[in-house]
């Protein structure tokens, strides 16, 4: 609850929107501001300390997704992410002759259907496919679109707005059964920390989620590449997280990225046993 001078106290529920941060991922993020402030790319101390750091939460996020800590890229948000991926991965597949046609559903967050409307202004070709009345995807409309030039999907793993849950594993094995070389990507922001996001169960090559969706600070996310997967950057500038996010990396929110993680995870049960 929380009050306001003359105001009633108020009960916050739209957890759905955005979440308050949690002290212990302040406590973690208030170290990372005032201790190892050093930019992580410089090759003094300070410097190093802050890429120490950089790299101990990027290892933190990989185990608890069960991937490489080489397959996590930081980001300012799930929308870049989502944007990375499916920039990165269309223009990565049409370079190498694996198609230009992409498949998402009708219901994605404007972050992958404006960035889909925006690929289609630049040649790409796009289905949206149907959902049923309690948001679903339609599996076999998903397996009669893909085909030899498809060179992605984007499903999202939970809807922001109705909470319905994808299977994103199935989804995933419908395509590679259709076409091997198609890439997928899932739109995790607001499936994480309350279902299984693990990229390894769910058979995808991109996963995006934000922090600031499970009680960690706004302005950071992370985006896992699956290795080798065909993917091109987003923005480009300096070297900073090898080359594939140009940027000073926001250590602090990477902090609390992690360390939101980590509670979210261990805190599952308990979080959403309702």
């Known amino acids: 609850m929380t009050r306001?001078?003359?105001?009633?106290?108020?009960?916050?529920?739209?957890?759905?929107?955005?979440?308050?941060?949690?002290?212990?991922?302040?406590?973690?993020?208030?170290?990372?501001?005032?201790?190892?402030?050093g930019n992580p790319s410089s090759i003094y101390l300070e410097g190093q300390q802050a890429n120490a750091v950089l790299e101990d939460a990027r290892k933190t996020c990989a185990d608890l997704l069960g991937v490489s800590p080489r397959e996590i890229v930081f980001t300012g948000s799930g929308s870049e992410g989502d944007n990375a991926a499916i920039r990165g991965a269309a223009y990565a597949q049409r370079e190498a002759g694996r198609g230009d046609h992409i498949i998402t559903s009708q219901i994605e967050h404007h972050a992958v259907l404006h960035t889909v409307e925006q690929l289609e202004r630049e040649g790409f070709r796009a289905t949206y496919l149907p959902v049923d009345a309690d948001g679903f995807v339609s599996l076999e409309?998903?397996?009669?679109?893909?085909?030899?030039?498809?060179?992605?999907?984007?499903?999202?793993?939970?809807?922001?707005?109705?909470?319905?849950?994808?299977p994103i594993g199935e989804i995933?094995?419908?395509?590679?059964?259709?076409?091997?070389?198609?890439?997928?990507?899932?739109?995790?922001?607001?499936?994480?920390?309350?279902v299984d996001i693990a990229p390894a169960h769910l058979g995808v090559?991109?996963?995006?989620?934000?922090?600031?969706?499970?009680?960690?600070?706004?302005?950071?996310?992370?985006?896992?590449?699956?290795?080798?997967?065909r993917w091109q950057p987003f923005i480009h500038g300096g070297a900073q997280e090898r080359e594939r996010r140009a940027g000073t990396e926001n250590l602090a929110g990477i902090v609390g990225l992690a360390r939101a993680m980590e509670l979210a995870w261990s805190e599952a049960d308990e979080r959403n046993r309702h």
Do not use: C
């Not at 085909?147 to 849950?165: F, K, R, Y």
């Not at 259709?178 to 899932?186: D, F, I, K, Q, Y």
């Not at 934000?210 to 992370?222: D, E, I, R, T």
């Open 205 to 229: 090559d991109f996963l995006s989620i934000a922090a600031h969706k499970f009680y960690g600070p706004k302005g950071v996310g992370l985006l896992y590449i699956k290795n080798r997967s």
């Open 141 to 166: 409309a998903l397996r009669e679109a893909v085909g030899e030039d498809t060179a992605l999907v984007s499903i999202m793993a939970a809807n922001n707005e109705v909470g319905t849950v994808q």
């Open 172 to 194: 995933s094995a419908i395509v590679k059964e259709r076409n091997p070389r198609t890439l997928v990507h899932t739109d995790a922001v607001q499936a994480a920390g309350a």
């Open 4 to 37: 306001y001078a003359g105001w009633v106290e108020r009960i916050y529920l739209d957890h759905a929107a955005t979440t308050p941060p949690d002290p212990r991922v302040l406590d973690a993020m208030w170290s990372a501001y005032t201790e190892t402030w």
